[in-house]
Each structure stands twice: as structure tokens, then as C-alpha cells.
T-cell receptor, first 115, second 111 residues
Framework: GAGVSQTPSNKVTEKGKYVELRCDPI?????LYWYRQSLGQGPEFLIY????????DSGLPNDRFFAVRPEGSVSTLKIQRTERGDSAMYLC?????????????FGEGSRLTVL | SQQGEEDPQALSIQEGENATMNCSYK?????LQWYRQNSGRGLVHLIL?????REKHSGRLRVTLDTSKKSSSLLITASRAADTASYFC???????????FGTGTRLQVFP
């Protein structure tokens, strides 16, 4: 596709369940970012991939959160034992160069609601 | 963590007026970017200004950067109702490729 694609667009789950959120970046973009955004707040950095490796995962809040990008393209954000506080919009972005040099292209986000 | 803070948090103006938003950040940077977000949507890149630049224009947008004060401003001239959105500044953390976003300014333009 032409842009960054995120699925699902909406996910409602129960406390304690496991969730996977998928991001399909723009073809050829080597850098991929995950952010979390709560209502009325700015996007909060979670993790950044350059190729297949996580270049910076300092934003992951705890070990319930994990992200992979096995082939350097699609990425999956995995959340174990979800808690109500995990409810937020999860945004994915990709870049051909990385944020230090150029812009990020964002998907429309996956809205997660934990009941 | 938030690197930048925008000011004001919210701004309401009439169509045709200019809108000015400010961003302050904490650490040295290589570039500063401004993004726009319509309610419930993803972010869209507006403009990037490098640390060795002081001013940049793009259409009705004008961005300034003062690295000595660690601050930037975004001016939208002749605003339109369609400019209603949240606006965020974002900076690299100086020596990494991750972008850190500010808290945002919610702009409402009344027709």
C-alpha cells in the first residue's frame, strides 16, 4: 500500500488477555517506530527498529510489552496480561532515514480498550 | 517522557486570523519537526527545521527556531476552519534517531 497500515483499527479486550497489534510500513522504509498516545496527550515513544533489530526500546513501560520485526518490514507489538491502564491509541510510523534526518509517516493507529 | 512542551495548550481563533504556537525543549537537537493530528487520526508531518536554520516557510506555515533558548514557534497565517487540529512539535534527543513529541496545542478555528 501507499501508506503505513495498522490493524486492527479498534481492539476491545478484557483485563489479563494477550493482544497483538500489527504495523505494515511503507515499502522500503528501514526505520519503524511505535508510540502510545493517551487522550489529550502527545505520542509517547515506545520502541524504534532499524531493519530487524530494536535500536532503542527504552520506552517500553515494562516486560509485558514486546515488539518484533523479524523480516525488517511488518512489525507486531505484543502486550501480555493487559491492564486497564494499557488502554490508548497505539501509533506506528515508518521512515526512510530515521527521525534524526527526516520525517516520520504515521498510520491511523490501533485503539486499544481494556475492560 | 516528553522532550517538548507546547504553549498554549489550547487556542481558539476566527477564520482569517493568525495562529501562533510555541514549543520548548530540554536537550540539544539536530532537528525539530512539527506535526498535525486531526481528532482520532494519525499524525501528519508539516515541516522540519534543522538546528543550523533559524526560520523556514511552507505555504501558510512559518517556523522559527532559537537553539539558544531551546524554543520554536509555528505560525499559521490566514487560518481556515480546516486547520482545526492538534499540533505537536517533535525533536530528536540529540544523538538518537527516535523522535520525542511534545504535549501539543489544540487549535480550534471558527468559521
Amino acid at each position: 500500500g501507499a501508506g503505513v497500515s495498522q490493524t486492527p483499527s479498534n481492539k476491545v479486550t478484557e483485563k489479563g488477555k494477550y493482544v497483538e497489534l500489527r504495523c505494515d510500513p511503507i515499502s522500503g522504509h528501514t526505520a519503524l517506530y511505535w508510540y502510545r498516545q493517551s487522550l489529550g496527550q502527545g505520542p509517547e515513544f515506545l520502541i524504534y527498529f532499524q531493519g530487524t533489530g530494536a535500536a532503542d526500546d527504552s520506552g517500553l513501560p515494562n516486560d509485558r510489552f514486546f515488539a518484533v520485526r523479524p523480516e525488517g518490514s511488518v512489525s507486531t507489538l505484543k502486550i501480555q496480561r493487559t491492564e486497564r491502564g494499557d488502554s490508548a491509541m497505539y501509533l506506528c510510523a515508518s521512515s526512510s532515514t530515521g527521525g534524526i534526518f527526516g520525517e516520520l509517516f504515521f498510520g491511523e493507529g490501533s485503539r486499544l480498550t481494556v475492560l | 517522557s516528553q522532550q517538548g512542551e507546547e504553549d498554549p495548550q489550547a487556542l481558539s481563533i476566527q477564520e482569517g486570523e493568525n495562529a501562533t504556537m510555541n514549543c520548548s525543549y530540554k536537550t540539544s537537537i539536530n532537528n525539530l519537526q512539527w506535526y498535525r493530528q486531526n481528532s482520532g487520526r494519525g499524525l501528519v508531518h508539516l515541516i522540519l527545521i534543522r538546528s543550523n536554520e533559524r526560520e523556514k516557510h511552507s505555504g501558510r506555515l512559518r517556523v522559527t527556531l532559537d537553539t539558544s533558548k531551546k524554543s520554536s514557534s509555528l505560525l499559521i497565517t490566514a487560518s481556515r476552519a480546516a486547520d482545526t487540529a492538534s499540533y505537536f512539535c517533535a525533536t530528536d534527543a540529540g544523538n538518537t534517531d527516535k523522535l520525542i513529541f511534545g504535549t501539543g496545542t489544540r487549535l480550534q478555528v471558527f468559521p
